[in-house]
Nanobody, 115 residues
Framework: QVQFVESGGGLVQPGGSLRLSCAAS????????MAWYRQAPGKQRERVAI???????NYVDSVKGRFTISRDNAKNTVVLQMNSLKPEDTAIYYC?????????WGQGTQVTVSS
């Protein structure tokens, strides 16, 4: 059974930082391309950052230079370090494979950026 468990969200002031973690199970993690996605209230889910099985990364323009995705194949985890957070980063953040599998969505972790 495939399972992604996201953690690390919370309430942070603009300009602050958060570190999200995703624990994956049930997949061949080391050969899977992984990504972080987010869904803000009233908006469609969007892909934020990707990390290929080879370690290449890419980001949506709105987070470039502020977010960093990384993976630990020994621990089957993927991390999203978020710095210089802005109110528009407020969303529920999810991890999934790339491309995403609709059967794999977890509960996500809420990130709220507000003063």
């Amino acid at each position: 059974q495939v399972q992604f468990v996201e953690s690390g969200g919370g309430l942070v002031q603009p300009g602050g930082s958060l570190r999200l973690s995703c624990a994956a199970s049930g997949i061949r993690f080391s050969i899977s391309h992984m990504a972080w996605y987010r869904q803000a209230p009233g908006k469609q889910r969007e892909r934020v950052a990707i990390c290929t099985s080879g370690g290449s990364t890419n980001y949506v323009d709105s987070v470039k230079g502020r977010f960093t995705i990384s993976r630990d194949n020994a621990k089957n985890t993927v991390v999203l370090q978020m710095n210089s957070l802005k109110p528009e980063d407020t969303a529920i953040y999810y991890c999934n494979t790339l491309p995403s599998n609709p059967n794999y969505w977890g509960q996500g972790t809420q990130v709220t950026v507000s003063s």
